[in-house]
């Protein structure tokens, strides 16, 4: 089955440092890929919405200057959080959608702690 | 604005119980409804539902559609400890990229 594996799975940071998650689609080629944050025990919130080769688009209230997201291929995107602060720590997740009859599949998620 | 809201929040049942789960929308172009189990990590498919009426079914998990009443139920037979997770119901947009919008989730707890 369609795989997207995301890494790292668990960063710990220093405040004022940027932080880089990948997520790679394994055996499909992901022309979009969505960035999500989830907060405890709440639901997921999509970020941004990334475009293999043109710029991402990003939701409203989202700073695309300290998220940045870059898709450079079909197989890859990138969000990097700059200058992180503890308020950024979250579960970031990504998703590719597949195909129109099998829907999205998810990576495995990054739990990002800024102290 | 473009909405999906679950409904109950939390659920706390007994094994062998029989739970329903909710899902309204209101998505200004609607393309499918997606089911999600979301344990510790990330969220595993379920369902997607794009037709009203048809129930799909995985062993002890059934849903349906009603878009016309908006609406997706997500039903759980004989409940076991392992379906105590958060389910998460997802709309397809298609207004402009496509995108999810995800529901607030239902948080399930089956007590043994």
């Known amino acids: 089955g369609a795989v997207v594996s995301q890494h790292p799975s668990r960063v710990i940071c220093k405040s004022g440092t940027s932080v880089k998650i990948e997520c790679r689609s394994l055996?499909?080629?992901?022309?979009?890929m969505f960035w999500y944050r989830q907060f405890p025990k709440q639901s997921l919130m999509l970020m941004a919405t990334?475009?293999?080769?043109?710029?991402?688009?990003?939701e409203q209230g989202v700073e695309k200057d300290k998220f940045l997201i870059n898709h450079a291929s079909l197989t890859l995107s990138t969000l990097t959080v700059t200058s992180a602060h503890p308020e950024d720590s979250s579960f970031y997740i990504c998703?590719?959608?597949?195909?129109?009859?099998?829907?999205?599949?998810f990576g495995s998620g990054t739990r990002l702690t800024v102290v | 604005e473009d909405k999906v809201v679950q409904s109950p929040l939390s659920l706390v049942v007994h094994e062998g119980d029989t739970v329903t789960l909710n899902c309204s929308y209101e998505?200004?172009?609607?393309?499918?409804l997606l089911w999600y189990k979301q344990e510790k990590k990330a969220p595993t498919f379920l369902f997607m539902l794009?037709?009203?009426?048809i129930e799909k079914k995985s062993g002890r998990l059934s849903s349906i559609l009603d878009k016309k009443e908006l609406s997706s139920i997500l039903n759980i037979t004989a409940t076991q400890t392992g379906d105590s997770a958060i389910y998460l119901c997802?709309?397809?947009?298609?207004?402009?990229?496509?995108?999810?919008?995800f529901g607030t989730g239902t948080r399930l707890k089956v007590l043994a």
């Open positions: 998703s590719a959608r597949v195909r129109a009859t099998v829907g999205y599949t």
């Open positions: 055996d499909f080629q992901a022309t979009t």
């Open positions: 990334s475009n293999e080769g043109s710029k991402a688009t990003y």
């Open positions: 998505v200004t172009n609607f393309r499918s």
């Open positions: 794009t037709s009203s009426g």
């Open positions: 997802a709309v397809e947009d298609t207004s402009g990229t496509y995108k999810y919008i």
